[in-house]
């Protein structure tokens, strides 16, 4: 499995009831503990939301009564996350010849980040500490007994995760012996021993990806050699040489994603590849010659990456094709998926659908549905017998007719890029009315994108009577390299431009009220929202900047060690502050050396404990507002980090949000 499907969250661990002792006790706090607003305050801010409406905040962001369904691997137990009075989601496992349910893992002060089952009697799940992200991995029996940290080192990332078939062994990646850089580690999930697969020493040119075969064996590797050049090199089965296969910019795709296990070839694999082509596609790849077999599946718009194969029971045929257009796509290819993609079809019309798990034998499949105006709900699918079965609707509470339609848009943006994008239109809208808009950038920025489907905050912000705007501006990822690459070292310009464009064109359209738009948005999107408020100061009536950069700065000093192998590279998709010439741009768009132009109200939320987003980054935005004279609200979290994870934050952060929305476009 090709381990750039990794394991990721989104510094300071402060236990939960260090942290209500520390209200009081500034020295134990991280950042400047005067800064947060008080309790009086925030309070405030929520009470301007005002009105009858049907749905509240906790509709939308309670955490489901059960969730994550999954299915063993013999198909005899159903595990689940089931929530507690304390808001604590634990999981459960039942027995479904029996019907006994047994709890297996205990959530207590930090959350289950992730789970899954190693064999028909493990399982596994992963957490980190308030949020830092230094994941760590347990396993523990189906009764919740011979339970192990099979990672018990502080401040260590476990990165990867596989486990091997048909063993007691996962194979693991972390950065136990080199904070900047991650090897591998061949685990016995029953009794804990450790063996390292491979030595990891050259941290000017590190191994970035490992590529394993269905065994668990080491097959190849991909070095970044000085932050810029991707090298990958593959295992001779003759001779059990590394060798070099190929080398590419960093900015270029060329990823093994697995190999072909359906064939007599043990070095043929499927690598999706935008090497001479600007979309990414998937080709089969003949690794010990070096050369492409033949195309599987390309898109003339959109970046293909991903595939799904069987299991041993069906030779390891490839089942589908999937990939992000305007709304998610899956190719069926295998004869088995082709009835089952037809069938759910027939049934699920327009909805998207996906197996989320399955039996070794797939006879038992579970399948989640769901939509724009549908959260999510989970079916039995019985592959013999062809038929479906309600296993749970995710949040019965939200009805559909009562959810808005989130609308693809594109447009041109003021020097002729075609940019994409949905909008998300109220009842009012709908009817021809102009309403409040928010405009929601995306994080990242580059290679992620917003994506059609059921998203809370659009349908809290319709619940209020808002829309909500996200452009998938130049840098986005799934539009093809050159879109990616346009967007490169134009973060807080042309990358701006573009949003920009977008809220033009919804006021063009009668969706908004050009006097009532507002900015959010998290991670990068927190920047947006600060460059928004600075570069389009009459644009927008207020922003909310949560988890953002203020600085490029601070920001690029204060990366994780893991990061800093990567820095190179981000000189080339941010700015290069050696550069003189980049530097001065890097300030003009650094928010907090041009906070005379903001003029529209700002509200900063922020993790303590994140280590992407440092909280100095919001700490500085806030002091420098407040010196100017602005009064910025701003909530900060002792217990989260890169993004609120724990209900009850979540649930408090979004009421602030609509207080402030609701202050500042009825003003």
């Known amino acids: 499995m090709n381990l750039n499907h990794k394991i990721l969250s989104t510094a300071i661990i402060i236990l939960s009831t260090m942290m209500i002792k520390a209200q009081s006790s500034t020295a134990k706090l991280p950042g400047d503990s005067t800064l947060p607003s008080s309790k009086a305050n925030l309070e405030k801010l929520i009470s301007y939301d005002k009105g009858s409406f049907k749905y509240k905040v906790e509709d939308y962001f309670a955490r489901p009564k059960a969730s994550g369904f999954k299915i063993s691997p013999d198909g005899k137990y159903l595990s689940y996350k089931e929530k507690d009075q304390d808001k604590k989601n634990h999981v459960y496992v039942k027995d479904l010849s029996t019907g006994k349910i047994t709890k297996a893992i205990v959530e207590k002060d930090d959350l289950i980040k992730g789970y899954g089952w190693l064999n028909k009697k493990r399982l596994f799940y992963t957490q980190d500490r308030g949020g830092n992200e230094n994941i760590h991995l347990y396993a523990t029996d189906t009764d919740g007994s011979n339970q192990k940290d099979l990672t018990p080192f502080d401040g260590v990332k476990v990165q990867a995760i596989i486990p091997v078939k048909d063993t007691d062994f996962v194979v693991v990646t972390m950065n136990k012996n080199n904070k900047q850089i991650f090897e591998p580690f061949k685990i016995n999930f029953v009794t804990g021993e450790m063996t390292q697969l491979y030595e990891n020493k050259d941290v000017n040119s590190p191994i970035d990806d490992y590529l394993f075969d269905k065994d668990g064996n080491l097959r190849g590797y991909s070095v970044l050699e000085n932050g810029l050049t991707t090298k990958t090199y593959y295992k001779d089965l003759q001779t059990g040489k590394f060798n070099l296969i190929k080398s590419a910019d960093w900015s270029d795709t060329f990823s093994i ?61 490839l089942d589908f094709i999937s990939y992000e257009g305007t709304k998610g796509e899956t190719v069926p290819v295998s004869k088995f998926y082709k009835e089952i993609h037809d069938k759910l079809k027939s049934q699920f019309g327009d909805k998207e659908f996906g197996i989320a798990s399955s039996d070794d034998n797939n006879d038992k499949l579970l399948v989640v549905v769901g939509s724009d105006k549908l959260y999510g709900t989970y079916y039995e699918y019985d592959t013999k017998t062809k038929q479906t079965k309600l296993l749970y609707n995710l949040m019965p509470q939200l009805k559909e007719e009562d959810m808005a339609e989130m609308r693809p848009i594109e447009f041109k943006s003021r020097d002729g890029m075609t940019i994409y994008g949905y909008i998300t239109l109220p009842k009012a809208a709908m009817e021809g009315k102009k309403v409040p808009m928010i405009v929601n950038p995306h994080g990242g920025p580059q290679r992620i994108r917003d994506s059609w489907g059921f998203n809370p905050e659009a349908q809290l912000f319709a619940s209020r009577g808002y829309a909500t705007l996200q452009v998938n501006f130049r840098i986005s990822g799934g539009y093809g390299k050159s879109f990616q690459k346009a967007g490169y070292k134009q973060i807080g310009r042309k990358a701006m431009d573009d949003v920009e464009d977008g809220v033009k064109y919804a006021i063009s359209q009668g969706w908004a009220d050009k006097d009532k738009v507002a900015i959010y948005g998290g991670s990068h999107g927190g920047y947006a929202t600060l460059m928004g408020l600075i570069k389009t100061p009459d644009l927008y009536t207020c922003g909310v900047d949560y988890v953002g950069v203020s600085n490029i700065f601070t920001f690029f000093d204060s990366f994780p060690e893991y990061w800093k192998p990567y820095k190179e590279m981000v000189k080339q998709i941010w700015y290069d502050l050696d550069n003189p010439e980049e530097a001065k741009i890097a300030k003009e768009v650094s928010p907090v050396y041009q906070i005379d132009k903001i003029k529209k109200p700002l509200f900063v939320v922020q993790g303590a404990n994140d280590p992407r987003v440092n909280l100095n980054e919001s700490d500085q935005i806030v002091k420098a507002m407040r010196a100017k004279g602005f009064e910025v609200p701003y909530l900060v979290k002792y217990d989260e980090g890169h993004g609120f994870g724990k209900e009850p934050n979540r649930i408090e952060l979004y009421k602030l949000m609509l207080g402030f929305f609701a202050e500042n476009f009825n003003k």
């Open 257 to 317: 994603i697995e190999f072909n296990e359906n064939s007599k070839n043990k070095d043929e694999a499927y690598v999706v590849t935008n090497l001479d082509s600007d979309k990414a596609r998937i080709v089969l790849y003949d690794l010990k010659k070096n050369a492409v077999i033949k195309e599987i599946y390309s898109n003339p718009v959109y970046d293909v990456s991903s595939i799904s194969t069987a299991g041993k029971n069906r030779n390891y045929e």
